[in-house]
């Protein structure tokens, strides 16, 4: 994470602890006041594939698979590679179910044949909710921006004829 990102995160959490004490009733005791705010700032903690792709929100940030990868090989410090599958396994990733996803998970929507095309690919930066999920991607909101947004990735691959996979790193 750079400086700037442990700052921005920091500054975040300062200001949420600070709300949230701000928030408790006057007769509350300061053991209920520092368990709000630890709940505040829990409430911050985020994976850092997503706060470092946050960090491009309305930026250029290329096509959506080339995003994420920059994104990974940024955290990680390791080459995620190009390929559609065989990238994911190779950089330490297994896959999971649309139930288990959570934040900083990845999605990649591929052909269901051969799994050599790509639909679309984005970082996942909240739970799923039904059947959407909110991420981080480029490409989708405007012609290669990085925006963060939620929608489902199962009906989307459908409808371009593929199949959308979770992957999570570890």
Known sequence: MSFTTAARSLTAAALVAGAAAAMMPATASAAEARDSSASAVQMLAVHPMVSHARAYIGQSGGQCKEFV???????YVRDLGPNYWGAYVDAGYHRISKAEV????????????????GIHTAI??????????????SNWVGYERVGEHTYDPTAHAQSKGGVAYYWRKG
């Open 69 to 75: 990868q920059r994104i990974h090989n940024e955290v």
């Open 102 to 117: 959570r934040a900083g998970d990845i999605i990649q929507e591929t052909d269901a044949a051969t799994h050599t095309r």
């Open 124 to 137: 996942v930066s909240g739970n799923p909710d039904g059947p959407t999920i909110r991420v981080v991607d």
